[in-house]
């Protein structure tokens, strides 16, 4: 069974920032995609930045320029580091893996439903 533990978070003021950490346990696979999806109230849960086995990355506009997603295989763990943040970068943020494959694509790699294993969520809030 997946399991995704997410670590970060918090309150800060805008333009400072968070660095965000998620583990990974539960499963094998050598294709696999890893990321940071965001919720706020109201909305559905939106793709921020993802990474696949073969360090393929993806951002949404957003968050190009500003995050940065990196990994490190030998904690099975991935990090979103953030800066310049904005209080419209408010919300839940949530860890999540698909297992089955790289899915690193313009039309696949914010699609909330291809993921298999979701962390609890971490909140993460900017003041301006």
């Known amino acids: 069974q997946v399991q995704v533990m997410e670590t970060g978070g918090g309150s800060v003021e805008a333009g400072g920032s968070l660095t965000l950490s998620c583990e990974f346990s539960?499963?094998?696979?050598?294709?696999?995609?890893r990321g940071w999806f965001r919720q706020v109230p109201g909305k559905e849960r939106e793709g921020v930045a993802v990474?696949?086995?073969?360090?393929?990355?993806m951002y949404s506009p957003s968050a190009k320029g500003r995050f940065a997603i990196f990994k490190d295989n030998t904690k099975n763990a991935i990090y979103l580091q953030m800066n310049n943040l904005k209080p419209e970068d408010t919300g839940v943020y949530y860890c999540?893996?698909?297992?089955?494959?790289?899915?690193?694509?313009?039309?696949?790699?914010?699609?909330?439903?291809?993921?298999?294993?979701w962390g609890q969520g971490t909140q993460v809030t900017v003041s301006s």
């Open positions: 539960g499963y094998t696979y050598l294709a696999h995609t």
């Open positions: 990474i696949d086995s073969s360090d393929k990355s």
């Open positions: 999540a893996v698909c297992t089955e494959a790289d899915i690193v694509t313009e039309t696949l790699w914010d699609r909330a439903d291809y993921y298999n294993g």
